[in-house]
Nanobody, 125 residues
Framework: VQLQASGGGLVQAGDSLRLSCVAS????????VGWFRQAPGKEREVVAA????????NYADSVKGRFTISRDNANTPVYPQMNTLKPEDTAVYYC???????????????????WGPGTLVTVSS
């Protein structure tokens, strides 16, 4: 199943954004979900991930304490909340499904089989 991210935009440092992720050609049912970002000239990285039931989460060190990811159950979309944004958070953000019926730690860039369009987040200083 391919996921499409939306909700990005231009914000100032310290602002918040809530992104959303919808499924195309399938459902979220049972999938782990990851949020990824790719800044210009850098590799795509995992920002946050959530397990299939929502019971486990993982965050990159750079966003811990500022970003949260949640889901109501195995079938619902995922909504990452980004607080206290910094200029270094500027990137194109993507969501993608990882393995099914797994914990959040199973999510990696290499586990996403199909990438949808991302959403650009630009944080000005």
């Amino acid at each position: 199943v391919q996921l499409q991210a939306s909700g990005g935009g231009l914000v100032q440092a310290g602002d918040s954004l809530r992104l959303s992720c919808v499924a195309s050609g399938g459902t979220f049912s049972g999938y782990t979900v990851g949020w990824f970002r790719q800044a210009p000239g850098k590799e795509r990285e995992v920002v946050a991930a959530i397990g299939w039931s929502g019971g486990t989460t993982n965050y990159a060190d750079s966003v811990k304490g500022r970003f949260t990811i949640s889901r109501d159950n195995a079938n619902t979309p995922v909504y990452p909340q980004m607080n206290t944004l910094k200029p270094e958070d500027t990137a194109v953000y993507y969501c993608g499904t990882g393995p099914r019926w797994e914990r959040s730690s199973a999510v990696a860039v290499g586990t996403v089989s199909s990438w949808g369009p991302g959403t650009l987040v630009t944080v000005s200083s």
